[in-house]
């Protein structure tokens, strides 16, 4: 196809990749997540930490799992401290389509896009 030249395969862990990409200054208009749910937290630090452009969008995958596993199950915990994390991350404004396990969509508030303050009807 006329794109597959733009994709690239990579095979490693998740964190590790993309420190790499953070180190050489990569960045992307959306960055898509559905990993492991244990790391959730860390590649979203990832991510805000320079790898998503300000006007860029985070798309998480399975957001709303930790309601479908156990309450024993190590990954609802994670879900769920992923899910106040981007709460209460002043940074960003999120939304959670709630289709199947869940997608939350996030983005940097800017001060020219922001809608701090903004009633909503």
């Not at 990993?35 to 452009?53: H, T």
């Not at 969008?57 to 479908?68: E, G, H, K, Q, R």
Request: charged share 30%; net charge neutral.
């Amino acid at each position: 196809s006329f794109v597959g030249r733009k994709i690239k395969v990579v095979v490693g862990t998740a964190v590790e990749e993309m420190k790499k990409l953070a180190d050489v200054a990569e960045t992307f208009d959306i960055i898509f997540i559905d990993a492991e749910k244990e790391g959730y937290i860390a590649y979203y630090d990832l991510a805000m930490g320079g790898l998503l452009k300000d006007d860029g969008i985070m798309m998480v995958d399975n957001s709303l799992c930790a309601l479908l596993y156990d309450k024993n199950d190590i990954r609802s915990q994670r879900l769920h401290e992923f899910n106040q994390h981007v709460k209460n991350d002043k940074r960003v404004e999120q939304v959670v389509l709630t289709m199947r396990e869940g997608v939350t969509i996030v983005r940097k508030v800017t001060g020219r896009h922001g809608l701090t303050g903004c009633p909503i009807f």
